[in-house]
């Protein structure tokens, strides 16, 4: 059999059910004159060229939504797969192997990345998974049980706990050692990983070593470029930029920290980096500010209106390359934006979400 012709009928098949695996493709096929002979180690074959050859035009984009679906985009916002959760999915993240998802029922599930079957499903907390974060084979999750804990990927082991939130973890970020958490109640904290001791289960567990910063409101993001710390503080409308690390890795004496603050006017819901020069912040006024890093100056303002009436606050963004893109409340539009000059692209693209959408990432 032509290998051509297997990968058109898949690709077609694909188009008509983005989430089917490569056991119900072999099923269908089976049941055509053309293919009845084709073997399943040959559709899995196939299907695992398909998605590399989709790879290989950019970036994969991968987002989560109120509605349980966890989508899986080409770059020009083709849907290439969905997959579904327990409740509402509300993070995402992805290996060489597997695609991750935490929902709102308080489970992390892990599909294989090259069959989109489950592979494993973790109970982490009673309810709402809000945040994940890799590390090598280990994922760390922050839920609403106020708890940040450390699981072996492959056999969904619980490995440690890091204790001292008194609400939901929403964010994480990590440099070596140090585990940094932002939650519900605007505290970062930091934890030393290697100061965890273990308790009389056996179960490694770490208390915060202190509380770096306290915002006015929810943290919805953190994150660490080089030595710096990126905090948004929503009620008050800007961005701290905290020196947290020596140029040795080492961490920086709280009364010699110094903080930068990137003023936006209206209360910031995500901060993130563009490389190490570029300070971007998500503002509710439906806009994203772009700040030099150094000087902070006001680069641009970048336009970020969605396309649907409905879609009430932007809520969650990424920046792959060159392109920004941005989730909003109450609707699943997902909206691409250039960095470069603001113009909105992949305008029909990205779309198939029927709930808000709560976050992002590329693979």
Known sequence: MEEAKLLERLEALLLEDPSTGYRK???KL???EDFKEVSLKKVQTA???LRSLESSKGPLLYSVSDDGTLREWSSSGELLRSFNTAEGAQCVQVTDDFIIAGDSSGLMRLWSRSSGEIFKDVKVATRYVKSLLLCGEYVFTGDYGNLVQQWHLATGELKAQFRGHKAGVICLALQGDHLVAGGGDGRVLLFDRSKATPNEEGLAVSEAVECIYKAQGFVCSLEICEDRLLVPDRDEDKVA?????????????DNIRDVRTYKC????VQATTAGKDIVLALCRDFTVKKFAAGSRQLLMSIKVTPTAEDAKTPYVFKVEGDRLYVGYLNHGEIAAFSLQDGKRQAAKGFLGHRGSVNGFCSG
């Open 265 to 268: 006017s209206k209360p910031v």
């Open 47 to 49: 299907l695992q060229k």
């Open 241 to 253: 930029s905290i020196r947290l690390f020596s140029n040795t890795g080492e961490l920086v004496p």
């Open 30 to 32: 089976k049941g055509e």
């Open 25 to 27: 493709l072999h099923d």
